[in-house]
Structures are given as C-alpha cells and as structure tokens.
C-alpha cells in the first residue's frame, strides 16, 4: 500500500521560505505520480505541483509559478516542494498526494486522479 509522510510546514514572515517534504512508500508500478495540494480555511482545494518519476516533468499553476518548486530525490523516497516569497495567501494546508495511474499527459495536479493522499501540514505566513 502507498504510504505518503509530508512534513515541514511552519510559520514565516512574507518573503520567507518553507521547504516541505513528502516521503513516499509502497509504489508499485515503475511509473507514478506526486503532487501537491493546499487548502485554505473555507477554500476549495487546489493543485499547486507535480512531478512525473520517470521523466520528472513538472507542472505549475500560475498562482505558484516561479515561486515555487517540485523536485524529488527517488534514493530517499522524497519528494519536496520549495516554496520561496510566500506571501500570506499561501497560508493553508498543505497535502502531498499521488497516483500510479497511467496519465496520458503526464503528471496532474488535479485531485480527482490522485489516489493516495498524506495528512496535511499547516503553513502560515504572516504580513
């Protein structure tokens, strides 16, 4: 069974950096897919990045975009998300979720495909 740990949230001032972290267990097809999601209280859910395993394609949306950054390190499982000039809106929790579907298009960031999901961790940042 797919295991997902994320962890490294915390409180910073806008401008800051926070990297988070997702260590991942259990896949067993040879390709598969991490993304990150963040909800903010009384928001809908939203898909900030992802990463592909096997060519480590990356997509943003432009809310995050050049701020933010999805990478992995597959000897230790991990998966990060460096989040650089957060600005208070980012506030929100943060989830690392994944899937081991076949994706024609490669990773998504769209939480409907995404079949294993880690417990969330908070990120606040203050004005």
């Known amino acids: 069974e797919v295991q997902l740990q994320a962890s490294g949230g915390g409180s910073v001032q806008s401008g800051g950096s926070l990297r988070l972290s997702c260590v991942a267990s259990?896949?067993?097809?040879?390709?598969?897919?991490i993304a990150w999601f963040r909800q903010a209280p009384g928001k809908a859910r939203e898909g900030i990045a992802c990463i592909s395993s096997d060519d480590g394609n990356t997509y943003y949306p432009e809310s995050v975009k050049g701020r933010f950054t999805i990478s992995s390190d597959n000897a230790k499982n991990t998966h990060y998300l460096q989040m650089n000039n957060l600005k208070p809106t980012d506030t929100a929790v943060y989830y690392c979720?994944?899937?081991?579907?076949?994706?024609?298009?490669?990773?998504?960031?769209?939480?409907?495909?995404?079949?294993?999901w880690g417990q969330g961790t908070q990120v606040t940042v203050s004005s």
């Open positions: 979720a994944a899937t081991q579907r076949i994706l024609q298009w490669g990773c998504s960031a769209y939480a409907g495909v995404q079949d294993y």
């Open positions: 259990g896949f067993t097809a040879d390709v598969y897919y």
